[in-house]
């Protein structure tokens, strides 16, 4: 009878994990995609002069951290455990959003740095956190087909934690002035501090047990590396420009919907009512596209190779963008919205070139593990140093919007876009030819 009790009560930890992991997976994507909509409200500060360059930067910083802490945090893995390093990825973000709270005290440039700063501790929770969700998810599943699955919901509620944040975001801020503050949005921020605070303490008391991680010896050098294969070197360059434009084109077209100026994407801009609520509400359906994109992949995933579905994907997505750059913004199309704030959809009108970039999430969906397995194919135990260094290739999210935004800057919004097409291209390349391995010689 006790040692009945003693395993159900084993067991309910395990649940609790297990649901406390799912809103850490959520939380990733939930302070990622803070950085777009919260930007639309610093590049309006007097201060800042509109520039959507500096508007960026709160996302430039959050995946800039990738670069520093990508390798760091896998060996935190193996030093410290699963549960320390989640852990130190908790508490960190905590501190991350806390510091970007805190930037509402302060206006002008100050205010604006101390965001920066909060946004890159963010980014070093949230790679920290990246690294050790998905194999802690699977060690509390038992592994096999247990661990996928917990791993599979993860996702999803990741991505549905990325639809509603643009869309949160948006709805409380309604439309952007030059008197919209950081103190609009306290929600958002204290929403994901109260769930990073609770994930700590409910983790803290959980017993988890680290899986043997395996020591180095002289048996498990390597001779050479992952940058040894052609095929790997090109797919690491993919991811890096596959996450700009995965995080680039909702952000830059939330950014886009809420320029009330005449650069906007407005005829008549004094008219427009809500245009920041309008722009998150916009490009949260991006986000809920690749939601389905990646719901639907995973029932062709076994029929379709993964070249198939880049070939198919890049195509489709270069001609999403090439279309959005030249349709004038006067062609415009009626979109379903969903209102977070009421419950309930409704409908806007909008350019045409807006919906075609929400299709676009359909065609990102599957990129990620199209991309990691056609890169990873045939390198044996090369794999997991190059998982390593494509964790820190996710600061492509940072620079590529970067970019968009400095010719968005100088050229308007639509014809920036360019970047993400030439993204698109490399990867078409990518899939087509250089994903062959032709370092079939090098022992693995």
């Known amino acids: 009878m006790n040692n009945s009790y003693m395993s159900q009560q084993k067991q309910n930890g395990r649940v609790i994990a297990i649901v406390t992991m799912f809103f850490i997976y959520a939380m990733i994507s939930f302070v990622t995609n803070l950085g777009a909509p919260i930007g639309v409200i610093w590049k309006n500060q007097p201060e800042i002069g509109g520039s959507n360059v500096l508007g960026i930067m709160g996302n430039f910083m ?121 103190a609009d949005v306290n929600l958002v921020m204290f929403i994901a501090m109260a769930v990073f605070a609770c994930a700590f303490f409910i983790l803290m008391f959980i017993p988890i047990q680290d899986p043997e991680l395996g020591k180095v010896t002289a048996d498990t050098v390597f001779e050479h590396s992952p940058w040894a294969f052609r095929h790997c070197l090109l797919g690491v360059i993919a991811i890096f420009v596959y996450v700009g434009v995965e995080v680039g084109i909702p952000g830059g077209l939330n950014f886009y919907l809420s320029d009330t100026t005449a650069k906007g994407a407005w005829i008549n801009p004094e008219a427009v009512v809500n245009a920041a609520t309008i722009g998150g509400a916009v490009a949260a359906m991006y986000w809920l596209l690749m939601l389905v994109g990646r719901l639907c992949s995973s029932f062709i995933a076994a029929k379709v190779s993964s070249r198939q579905l880049m070939l198919i994907a890049t195509t489709v997505g270069m001609v999403l963008i090439l279309l959005a750059i030249f349709i004038p913004k006067s062609v415009t199309v009626t979109m379903p919205l969903f209102s977070i704030m009421e419950g309930s959809f409704t409908s806007v009108v909008v350019p045409m070139s807006a919906l075609l970039l929400v299709l676009c999430g359909l065609c990102t969906s599957v990129m990620w593990t199209s991309i990691f397995n056609l890169a990873t194919e045939g390198l044996g135990k090369y794999t997991a140093q190059a998982s390593g260094i494509f964790m820190m290739m996710v600061v492509g999210g940072g620079v590529l919007p970067v970019v968009q935004n ?39």
């Open 62 to 182: 959050n995946f800039f951290a990738y670069l520093f802490m990508g390798i760091p945090a896998g060996k935190m893995l193996t030093k410290v455990g699963y549960k320390r390093t989640a852990l130190i990825g908790i508490a960190v973000g905590f501190f991350g959003v806390l510091i970007q709270y805190l930037s509402g005290f302060s206006s002008g440039i100050p205010g604006f740095c101390i965001y920066l700063l909060g946004a890159f501790i963010s980014g070093f929770a949230v790679c920290i956190l990246n690294t050790v969700v998905n194999p802690m998810l699977n060690l509390l599943g038992g592994g096999g087909n247990r661990g996928n699955q917990l791993n599979m919901i993860g996702g999803t509620l990741n991505s549905l934690s990325g639809t509603m944040t643009p869309m949160l975001v948006g709805a409380l801020i309604g439309t952007v002035t030059a008197n919209t503050q950081m």
């Open 406 to 444: 400095f010719f968005a800057d100088m050229m308007g919004y639509m014809p920036s876009y360019f970047v993400y097409l030439l993204a698109m291209a490399y990867m078409f390349y990518y899939a087509l030819i250089g994903c062959k391995n032709v370092n079939k010689d090098i022992p693995v």
